[in-house]
Every structure is written in C-alpha cells, then in structure tokens.
C-alpha cells in the first residue's frame, strides 16, 4: 500500500468511526446526522439560503431542499422570504427549539471529538492540524 493510500484509509476510517460513534450517540435524536449540521451551520449562520448551504456542504439543491423541509417542519428552523428585489431566496434562522437542541447535539459531538484526540499530546494535536490543512490546500487553491 502507497503512503497516499495508507493515509487516505486512515483519514476515511477515522470519518467513519466519527460517523459511526456520532450515530450511536444521537439514537433518540430526531435528526439525522446531514440535518444536525444543517442546523449547526444555520445557527451560526442566521440567514443563509438554499444555495449557501447546499454550496459549503457541497451537496445538490434537491438534498438540501429535503433536509431544511424537515427541519421547518420538526420546528427547529423557520423560512423568511428575503426582502431585496433580486434575491427571492427565504433566509433560514434556527428557532429556539433547533437552538436547545442543537447545543446538544454539538455537545456529544464535543465529546467524541474528545475521545478522538484522546491520547494525543497537544504538540501532536497542533502538527496534526498543521499537516492535514497543508494537504487540504491542495484543493482550495
């Protein structure tokens, strides 16, 4: 196996694990893990579209279309039309229930991130992250 391969299974193992532990964890959960970062992101984002999202997570408009109506419609997040002649896109804000629960849902998500790096050395931590985003240049540029 080539060092890109070894590092690129290890690099998805570890997504999966993440995934599969954040499953786990978010059982009795309404949300699937897509909708639970939708949320998360239109928390930070208080007014973003359609568009914005289906572009940071790189994902087509009918997907994104799927889980903001099942966010509306959980009452974790609410559509308002824009106001600007051009832009007929609705703004999406997180509602105080999305809010509830997306703080705990970002807190399991803390703490497998936790186990995670457990055992790791702060020094590792940061020439870790250092090396991972030299890499990830590569497709930003």
């Given at each position: 196996?080539s060092k890109?391969?070894e590092l690129?299974y290890?690099?998805r193992?570890?997504?999966i694990?993440e995934?599969r532990l954040?499953?786990?964890?978010?059982?009795?959960?309404?949300?699937?893990?897509s909708q639970a970062?939708?949320?998360?992101?239109?928390?930070?984002?208080p007014?973003v579209?359609?568009?914005?999202?289906?572009?940071?997570?790189?994902?087509r408009?009918?997907?994104?279309?799927?889980?903001?109506?099942?966010?509306?419609?959980?009452?974790?997040?609410?559509?308002?039309?824009?106001?600007g002649?051009?832009?007929?896109?609705?703004?999406l804000y997180i509602?105080d229930?999305?809010?509830?629960?997306?703080?705990?849902l970002?807190?399991?998500?803390?703490?497998?991130?936790?186990t995670?790096l457990?055992?790791?050395t702060?020094?590792?931590?940061?020439?870790l992250?250092r090396l991972?985003?030299k890499?990830?240049?590569?497709?930003?540029?």
């Amino acid at each position: 196996m080539s060092k890109a391969n070894e590092l690129n299974y290890l690099m998805r193992n570890i997504q999966i694990n993440e995934q599969r532990l954040y499953s786990e964890s978010t059982k009795e959960y309404p949300l699937s893990t897509s909708q639970a970062r939708t949320l998360g992101y239109i928390e930070n984002n208080p007014g973003v579209n359609q568009k914005d999202l289906s572009d940071h997570f790189n994902i087509r408009g009918a997907s994104t279309s799927v889980i903001i109506k099942k966010l509306v419609e959980g009452g974790y997040v609410k559509k308002e039309a824009s106001r600007g002649s051009q832009d007929r896109s609705n703004k999406l804000y997180i509602t105080d229930e999305g809010l509830t629960l997306s703080h705990e849902l970002r807190g399991l998500l803390s703490n497998i991130e936790d186990t995670i790096l457990d055992g790791l050395t702060e020094e590792e931590i940061d020439a870790l992250i250092r090396l991972l985003t030299k890499i990830n240049q590569k497709f930003v540029e």
